[in-house]
């Protein structure tokens, strides 16, 4: 075999290693599936999420949300304890809404400009067919509404559903779909399989 068949044949067999082994944080060699980083990353999220969280169902709180300093996060649960299960089915949930850049890609984890933005467009006047589409979405998602109260879930998210129906076209349909991924209350929800 030539030097060249001899580099390529090195490339592919380093490749296809490759895809089985990585370099774990400490450099040393290790086989544990690529996944299992995603899997790991997700629990340090929930982990960090769930015990260090700001948010709250006060009114006093969803006062604040224009008063916070730029970069600042609503972060973790408003009402029970987070769930990893659930909480996993909701991020990989919402990732088909990536390219929207006004949904939130984690439901526990919100940056406090974007709420401000959809807290305010809450106030926006839809017409009678997308308003048609909003109180379906109302009457039908899982919470009765964007929240299960009215906190700042309820207004930014209640914002989120009215842009989304004008913005984008969404049916109120849609606008159930991410109300529901988007149920920051905590606990083990509905589950889906």
Same mark, same amino acid.
């Given at each position: 075999?030539?030097?060249?068949?001899?580099?390529?044949?090195?490339?592919?067999?380093?490749?296809?290693?490759?895809?089985?082994?990585? *370099?774990?944080?400490?450099?040393?060699?290790?086989?544990? &599936? #690529?996944?299992?980083?995603?899997? +790991? @990353?997700?629990? =340090?999220?929930?982990?960090?999420?769930?015990?260090?969280?700001?948010?709250?169902?006060?009114?006093?709180?969803?006062?604040?949300?224009?008063?916070?300093?730029?970069?600042?996060?609503?972060?973790?649960?408003?009402?029970?304890?987070?769930?990893?299960?659930?909480?996993?089915?909701?991020?990989?949930? *919402?990732?088909?809404?990536?390219?929207?850049?006004?949904? &939130? #890609?984690?439901?526990?984890?919100? +940056? @406090?400009?974007? =709420?401000?933005?959809?807290?305010?467009?809450?106030?926006?006047?839809?017409?009678?067919?997308?308003?048609?589409?909003?109180?379906?979405?109302?009457?039908?998602?899982?919470?009765?509404g964007p929240c299960c109260c009215k906190c700042w879930r309820?207004?930014?998210?209640?914002?989120?559903?009215?842009?989304?129906?004008?913005?984008?076209?969404?049916?109120?349909?849609?606008?159930?779909?991410?109300?529901?991924?988007?149920?920051?209350?905590?606990?083990?929800?509905?589950?889906?399989?």
């Amino acid at each position: 075999m030539n030097q060249r068949a001899t580099f390529i044949v090195m490339i592919v067999l380093a490749v296809a290693f490759g895809g089985y082994m990585y *370099l774990d944080a400490s450099g040393r060699l290790s086989n544990v &599936p #690529a996944p299992k980083l995603a899997d +790991d @990353a997700l629990a =340090a999220r929930f982990e960090q999420l769930s015990n260090s969280g700001n948010s709250s169902c006060s009114a006093a709180f969803t006062d604040t949300i224009g008063t916070m300093p730029e970069g600042a996060r609503l972060q973790g649960s408003c009402c029970s304890p987070m769930d990893i299960h659930r909480y996993s089915e909701q991020v990989a949930g *919402l990732q088909k809404y990536e390219d929207i850049p006004e949904i &939130p #890609a984690d439901p526990y984890d919100t +940056d @406090a400009a974007l =709420a401000k933005q959809l807290k305010a467009f809450y106030d926006t006047e839809l017409t009678p067919e997308q308003q048609r589409a909003y109180n379906f979405a109302m009457e039908h998602s899982n919470e009765k509404g964007p929240c299960c109260c009215k906190c700042w879930r309820w207004y930014v998210y209640g914002g989120l559903g009215k842009l989304l129906i004008q913005q984008y076209g969404f049916t109120g349909e849609q606008v159930i779909d991410v109300w529901n991924l988007s149920d920051g209350c905590g606990g083990a929800g509905d589950h889906t399989h």
